[in-house]
């Protein structure tokens, strides 16, 4: 079993910088594909990245392509998302999830993921 908390959420400007960051209990992190996904005020939970167990692989929603990074550090057990030239409509709950995986490769349905963390609040002013 995975146990995810994120930090990092906040208020920032348009066009400003947010690093989220998950952190996960337990020890075999690095057999865990993970994703980042996000939900705003009235509407559904959406993806936004994903990363395979190494690292080598990652998928992005094409609203986020070019502006977030998704990264892992499997050594301290944390996922990272690197968020740049923020926009007012990333404006949400971001939420961490992992999946045990049995292939380096990622996942970008929200109901291939088995855990999930509590969210971060970000809020992009405009």
């Given amino acids: 079993q995975v146990q995810l908390v994120e930090s990092g959420g906040g ?18 992190f690095s057999s865990y594909a993970m994703g980042w ?6 509407k559904e939970r959406e993806f936004v990245a994903a990363i395979s167990w190494s690292g080598g692989s990652t998928y992005y929603a ?3 392509k070019g502006r977030f990074t ?3 550090d499997n ?10 030239s923020l926009k007012p409509e990333d ?23 088995d855990y999930w963390g509590q969210g971060t609040q970000v809020t992009v002013s405009s």
């Fill in 37 to 42: 996904f996000r939900q705003a005020p009235g």
């Fill in 62 to 64: 094409d609203s986020v």
């Fill in 75 to 84: 050594a301290k057990n944390t996922l990272y998302l690197q968020m740049n």
């Fill in 70 to 72: 998704i990264s892992r």
């Fill in 11 to 28: 208020l920032v400007q348009a066009g400003g910088s947010l690093r989220l960051s998950c952190a996960a209990s337990g020890r075999t």
């Fill in 91 to 113: 404006t949400a709950v971001y939420y961490c999830a992992a999946r045990r995986a049995y292939s380096n490769t990622y996942y970008y349905h929200g109901g291939q993921y």
